[in-house]
């Protein structure tokens, strides 16, 4: 489920809903619930002073239902695995998002995707700023079979 928290971007929810059932489909995990919802740069800034003690706003924010000791296996092949739980919710700006991708060159639809993926990997409990790249090297991989290379 995507909610639209905030005023300042546009966006086209459904487009990013379809996406969102596609990475489920991808990562064996249909069953399993998230939320996702679009905040402002103040909303997030102030999400992010509170959970992490980091100033400002940033794009993605993860707040998983469960801690994990490790990440959750990545089936194979897609529509193999059984995670059929609450994964969490993830929080977005879409401002910060536009920012970010005017930068690196992507449209906002684009960078959407690439932070609604980035946010289920956290989720499913990857984490780049710990794990030696691993988090880093799948979410490249899924990115290219994803189309968002």
């Not at 679009?38 to 992010?48: G, P, Q, T």
């Not at 000791?69 to 194979?76: E, H, K, M, T, Y």
């Not at 739980?85 to 995707?113: F, N, Q, V």
């Amino acid at each position: 489920m995507i909610l639209n928290r905030q005023r300042n971007v546009r966006v086209a929810r459904r487009p990013l809903e379809s996406f969102l059932r596609r990475v489920q489909a991808e990562l064996g995990f249909q069953e399993a619930g998230v939320t996702i919802c679009l905040v402002s740069d103040a909303e997030i800034a102030r999400m992010n002073e509170t959970f992490r003690k980091k100033k400002g706003p940033t794009d993605v924010l993860s707040f998983p239902s469960v801690v994990r000791r490790r990440p959750v296996p990545l089936p194979r092949n897609s529509n193999k695995g059984k995670v059929a739980e609450y994964l969490g919710d993830i929080a977005i700006s879409p401002a910060t998002a536009r920012r970010y991708a005017k930068k690196s060159g992507r449209e906002l639809p684009s960078e959407l995707r690439v932070l609604i993926l980035h946010g289920v990997l956290h989720l499913l409990g990857y984490d780049h700023e710990t794990d030696r790249g691993q988090m880093d090297r799948v979410e490249r991989k899924l990115r290219v079979r994803l189309g968002l290379a």
